[in-house]
């Protein structure tokens, strides 16, 4: 069976460390293996950051499913140190992104890969198998189109806006810089094609999975494959778990709840499963033609995590049966 995550940051991660442990290790062949591919967002990447190529959520992600991240922030690698950090800020520079001395170690290595002239698809490959990631993790685009935000204080990268100023400025525009000239990395459209089970993961729908959208090609192979898609709401009683998806939903004027989320993807969407406390949404979602799943979906533990991806599978599963 192919699964496909479209996956952004934290949030995302936390879906998929659940989902990779409810699906048999390769092993136990209790059904045809199962691949799952990860659709990263890139558009949170730095080209040049301190001279370094940053992928945050290819990060974020890698960390995540091979169980290095830094479990309290999501992000980072568990029991890092920052002494390169301190010399720099010793050193008189602005230190307001936190990159930890091994975490460096991942951006030297694809800095360095990059320059050699590997791809992006090929750099995330080379470092996820390295730390024994099973999945196929892919970047949107091999080409860099950051996201920028403009604000009542002017024009500045997704990261500066949410780490560096936290997020206080007022957003007046998202923009995905140089997307409509970029193209989906190679077996990106075909993965899609060939997927028994899209999920879109409970990610930023604005900043997280709509630069994945916005990339040509593929929203519309979204809305042309045969498998299900199933999104998991990354809203939960008008707000979001984490981050500034509020701020950046209401900015587009779309309203921040689940309805808000079935809006953004209603195209290509067939199911939303929606948390316990926006229950007296389902079936005004409903009405939007996609069908709604009431679980608990705050992933505050592994078994929650799992519990969470089988449900999602197993409502894909209905969906496609009829
Ligand atoms: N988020 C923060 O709020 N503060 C940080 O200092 C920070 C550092 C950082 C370093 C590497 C990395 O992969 C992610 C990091 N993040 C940090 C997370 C990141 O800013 C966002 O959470 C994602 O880009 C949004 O999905």
Redesign the pocket.
Known sequence: MRVVVLA???GAARFLEGLVNVIPPEEVNVMPPVEVTVII?TG?DMANFMGLY????I??VTYTLAGKVNPK????IKGDTFYCLEMLQRLGFDT????GDQ?LGTHLARTMMLKQGRSLSKVTKAISESMGVRCQLLPMTESWVPTRIMTDVGLMH??EY??KRKAKDEVEDVIFDGIESASPSPGILEVIKQADTIIIAP??PIV?IGPILAVPGIRQALIDASAPCVAISPIVGGRPVK?PADKLMAAQGVEVSPRGVAELYHDFLDVLVIDLQDRMLKSSIEEMGIQVVVKQTMMTSLRRKKALALAVLKAARKFANG
């Open positions: 952004g940051g934290v967002n949170d940053i992928s945050p959520d990060d974020i922030t999501g992000w980072g307001w992104f936190k990159l975490d997704f990261e949410l780490v990610s930023n997280s981050g």
